[in-house]
Structures are given as C-alpha cells and as structure tokens.
C-alpha cells in the first residue's frame, strides 16, 4: 500500500484525553472486582528476616573474600607490580561491597525502628516525618538537632542517638581492616653464590716437575706428647682432628671427607662436592743396604736396596736418603718418586722416611657428589687429581728445601719434616716417628698399629688442608649466567604483612555487631506491625493525617508538618483500629489509635467488598 493512503489514515482525528469522572469510576470499578490480597501478621516479619539474612551474608561474603585476598596475596614473598595493583584492586572493591552491604542492612533495621517508634507515644508531625525519615544519618542527626535546641530530650532521643551512633561506625567499621595488613617494601643487596675458581691455581691439577706448588695450608692440631714406643690409639682422634672436616678411623686406614664450600655474602653454604682423602701406610725397617716389611705383626724380608738402577720405587727412596746429608737422626723427611721414561709418570706412594724406619703409604684422593659417598664424581669432571696433591711438600715446597735426582728418568723430591718444628704445621709431631718399634712384645705389635693410623693421618690430611686453604682463599667466580658478577646487587622487595590477630578480631567483631544489632532491633520491633521502607506503603500510612489539610504539594516538609500541626491541633502516633466487618485491624496515623497488634490466623481468606453508587445526573 502506497505512503499517502498511510499517513491521511494516521492523523485524521486528535486524540482526546480521558476526563477525571472517567478515571475516577474506573478505579472505583476496578476496586470492587479485585478482591484484597490474604493478610498475615508475619507476613511482613518474614520479609524483614529474609532482607536482613541477604543483606548479612552479602557483608559476611565480602569479609570473607577479603580474608582470603590476604590470606593468597600474604604467600606470595615478592609481589610484583600487577600483583600489588590487583591486590588493591580486590581490597578497595571488597571493603567497599562490605561497606555497603553494611550500610544497606543499617538502613533497613532503621527504617523497622520508625513503627515502633511512632508506636510507642505522641507526636507532633515534626517529629513524624523526622522519625519516618530516620534511616540515613542525617535523618537521624536532624531529629536529634531539633530535640535538642527545643530542649525535647526523650527516650526517643536516646534510641535514634544509639542508631546513629551504630550506623555511623558500622558503615565506617570496615575501614579498620587497614590497621591489620601493610604493604612493607624490604631492601637490601643480593649477593650471588660464589664457588671457587680450582682452575686458578696450578696445584689444584696435574703437578709437573718444577711446578710451584702451595704449603701454605690451615695448620692442624699440634700432636699429644707421648712416650716413644707407647700405644697412641687413644689420641688419634684428638691428634688427627682437622676443623671444618669429618674424621674416620678405620683399622688400616684413615680418611678426610671436606664439603666444598660456596659463598653467599659473608655465609658459607655446602656446595654439591665432597672430596676424600684416603690413606693407608705401612711400616718398613731399614738396614744398611737392607729393609724388612712388617705386616700383621710379622716381618718379610730383607730385601737389598743399595745397588744403584733398582727398579723398585722403595729402594730407590732408600738409596737416595742414604745418599744425602740432610737425613739426620730423630730427623723425617717427605719422600715422592717421578718417573719419565717413557713419558710422564707418578707413583702414588709418600714415603716417610728417616733413619731406622720408613713409611709406604698409598694415598687415594675422591670426590663424590654431595654427602653420597657411593656417588662418585666422573674422572672428565673431577677438580682435582687423585694422588699428586699429596706431593705438595716436595714439589714448590715455600720455606723447605727441594732435593732432587735424575737417574735415567727417574726423580726423587724430599722435604725435611725438621724445618718446620718452630712453628705449627701440617707435618707436626712426625720426629716421634723415629723410634725402636721392631719388639716382638704385643705392646710392641699395638704400638706398630697405632703408628701406621697416625701416620696415615698425617699424610691424609695434607691435601685436606690445602683444599681447605684454597676454598677461602683463591678467587670465586659466580654461579649461573654471569660468572663474573660477583659483587652484590640491590634489590626491592614489596610483600604484604598481615596481622592475623587483627584480622580475625576485626572480621569477629564486625560480624558479632551485625547478629547483635539485627537481634536488638528484631526484640524492640516484637509485637509491632512493622513496614516496609517503600514510599507508597509510608503514604498509605499519612493518608489520613493528609488528607485534613489541602493546598500542600508546593510545601516543603517543615512547612507541611507545621501546617498539619495546626490542623490536627493534637499529636498523632501509629496503631490499630478494628477492621471493619470483623475483619483484620488497620493500621494508621492518628490519635486514638490502639497500640495493641494482634497476630492473626496465618491462612485466614478475606474479601471486602465495596459498593459505591454513582448519583444519578
């Protein structure tokens, strides 16, 4: 269909508007067909209750949820930036959902206390619409203003001043929870972990003829005084002891564990690597160009060392002792053998070696992961090498003297023990070692024993000692990707503190004034018809007192209320009168009402009917 047979059709006529008759009657058509709604007494009190219930654990859900922000966010010992904004975030948003429902379940219990307010006496509509619109804190403060300047200070007062008082600090009351958590930034310098650079240091290694080397070491304890030929088994643990090492002494043996150490500021923390020094000595009895082994109390031999070429290691110890000056009595020197024919060679054995005895010893150096000791480090991984540490006293030997042959290859390093006796040292308490213990009394056998453990310790501990030295002393470089960042950085570190104590307190006591309120206003409101906070219910109470007066819309309250004083010339308050056909009673604004509210049969049905007759024109 075309647009101009549209439109003529559209505004053909004007609307007219419905006259005031017209409404009136069919609102008053309307009022006799539709029948009023059952009335119950609980009705309303059940509503009040399931508000309240609402309202009460929106504000429990809020504390609860911001608990548990504290509780996440407290965990968590570094937080980052977006981590601090989203904890704000959540904290402003949950104290504030708490704030609020706090406050609306405040107003709520304020605006039940109006009914039995206005209930309980007289009162001059000043004081009405100060009561009915009491629910916020102005409402309040301006009802308690006005009584006070009239000098009108009641009951009335009192009730509103304690509601005022619990509305402001139960809306502001959330606001405590920020004396029980705090945002603490923590400074201070971060110190990498440093290990020591082994590399450093040529000794650590291989150990090449000439090479310097590093005596230098910790000093161990000086040995206990002792009777030449005694049994020392009872001392060798006090003797032997090293700081920062373990000590284990077997029956032929004697072994140094260390924990290599790594560094984090001015602390000391194991790192993964143990080393073991392992150590394990025999007793030779040395005669001109002859010597005997002695082993389990007996004693093979002899054997010859005094042809010159031998190719057994000891007699070629032997021979070149017996051919320098510097072996003296109750003297000891430190003996190690090279070989380089056929290219480089070391024998493992220290020898011990003065004028009637000599000592064979066979050092082991290990390094195993951590304390596992069946963990053994691979050899491509290993820091340092298994027997050449234990040459470190003839090899660059600082304050000693070397001496040193070459016999076809072959080359003999030896220390006096003797140089160092004014002064503690690795080799202490070795010029004992020169005594008669070839008896064959057991005291003798016993004296042999604890002999060979003690010197096993003083050969076991030499590179122990060193390793311990050097852990301190050599340079460090810094674990992970910047190894040569080995100075401390300054970090910031902002974590949440949180006063538990406060927060359950807070969090008890908001929740305790909740319930008590809600108690106390449910108690006062006991036996009271009380009504809803809507605006229609409020005016549908004024009806009454409204209608006496007319001319009033463009007042302001104040003005209205002192008009309505005027009219009514007598105080009104809220109660009941009885319903009309013996039905429920009616609640009103007025003087001469009941103050008694009756409870009424839950599923009582009732109708009214109204039947009003228009006059006939």
């Known amino acids: 269909m075309p647009y101009h047979h549209i439109l003529p059709k559209r505004f053909d006529g004007r609307p007219t508007l419905p006259n005031s008759n017209s409404v009136g009657e069919s609102l008053i058509e309307g009022s006799k067909k539709r029948p009023l709604k059952p009335f119950n007494s609980k009705n309303q009190s059940h509503r009040n209750i399931v508000v309240l219930v609402q309202r009460f654990f929106l504000t429990s859900f ?8 504290l509780w996440a966010f407290s965990r968590i010992h570094q937080l980052s930036k977006w981590e601090q904004r989203s904890f704000n975030t959540l904290s402003i948003l949950l104290t504030a959902i708490a704030s609020l429902g706090l406050g609306s379940l405040l107003g709520h219990l304020g605006s039940m206390l109006r009914w039995p307010l206005l209930a309980r006496t007289m009162y001059q509509m000043q004081d009405v619409d100060s009561i009915l619109g009491m629910s916020p804190p102005a409402g309040s403060m301006r009802l308690i203003k006005r009584h006070i300047r009239e000098w009108r200070i009641s009951r009335t007062t009192f ?14 009351s959330v606001a405590v929870f920020g004396l029980a958590y705090n945002m603490t930034d923590e400074t201070g310098i971060r110190y990498p972990i440093l290990a020591t650079d082994w590399t450093s240091a040529l000794w ?7 090479g310097d080397g590093d005596t230098n070491t910790e000093t161990g304890d000086s040995g206990s005084q002792f009777k030449l030929g005694d049994d020392i088994s009872p001392y060798l643990e006090s003797d032997l002891q090293v700081r920062n090492a373990t000590l284990k002494v077997g029956k032929n043996t004697v072994e140094y564990s260390y924990d290599l150490k790594d560094f984090n500021g001015g602390y000391t923390t194991p790192s993964n690597r143990t080393v073991h020094s392992t150590v394990n000595c025999s007793l030779i009895q040395v005669g001109d160009g002859q010597y005997w082994r002695w082993g389990n109390g007996n004693r093979t031999g002899p054997f010859s060392w005094g042809e010159e ?7 070629e110890i032997l021979r070149f002792s017996n051919q320098t000056d510097t072996v003296q009595f109750a003297m000891t020197d430190w003996v190690s053998f090279l070989d380089f024919l056929g290219g480089s060679g070391v024998y493992p054995q220290i020898y011990i070696v003065c004028e009637e005895v000599a000592w064979e010893c066979w050092p082991t150096l290990t390094e195993t992961v951590g304390g ?9 991984e290993r ?11 003839t090899v660059g030997s600082g304050d000693y003297e070397d001496f040193t042959e070459g016999n076809g290859g072959h080359y003999v390093y030896m220390n006096v023990f003797g140089r160092t ?9 070795a010029i004992a070692l020169c005594s008669h213990l070839f008896g064959n009394s057991p005291r003798d056998e016993v004296a042999r024993k604890s002999y060979a453990l003690w010197v096993s310790g003083l050969v076991a501990r030499l590179p122990i000692l060193a390793i311990i030295h050097a852990n301190n002393d050599l340079p460090k470089y810094a674990r992970g990707p910047h190894p040569n960042q080995t100075t401390g950085t300054a970090y ?6 949180v006063n538990w104590a406060r927060v359950v307190l807070i969090a008890v006591g908001i929740t305790g004034g909740q319930i008590l309120a809600i108690l106390a206003v449910l108690g006062y409101c006991r036996g009271v018809y009380t009504r809803d906070d809507s605006h229609l219910a409020t005016a549908e109470i004024l009806k009454t007192v409204i209608n006496r007066f007319d001319d009033g819309k463009l007042m302001t309250g104040e003005e209205l209320a002192t008009s309505l004083d005027d009219v009514l010339k007598e105080p009104v308050r809220y109660g009941t009168r009885e319903g009309p056909d013996g039905g429920p009673p009616e609640v009103d604004l007025a003087s001469g009402l009941d103050t008694k509210f009756p409870s009424f049969p839950k599923k009582r049905r009732l109708r009214r009917n109204i039947d009003l007759r228009v006059p006939e024109s």
């Open 372 to 380: 596992n000791e069946s963990q053994h480090v691979p050899p491509h």
């Open 204 to 210: 650590t290694g291989k150990i090449f003829p000439g």
């Open 159 to 172: 009730i509103v001043t304690a509601y005022l008082v619990a509305n402001l600090f139960g809306r502001l």
């Open 492 to 497: 910031l570190h902002t974590n949440l503190e």
């Open 383 to 393: 820091i340092f090498h298994p027997t050449e540490l234990y040459r470190l006293l």
């Open 62 to 69: 809020s504390l609860a949820s911001l608990v548990v922000s």
């Open 421 to 429: 006796l004014n002064r503690p040292s690795a080799d202490d308490g």
């Open 309 to 315: 070429g031998s190719l057994e290691v000891v007699s």
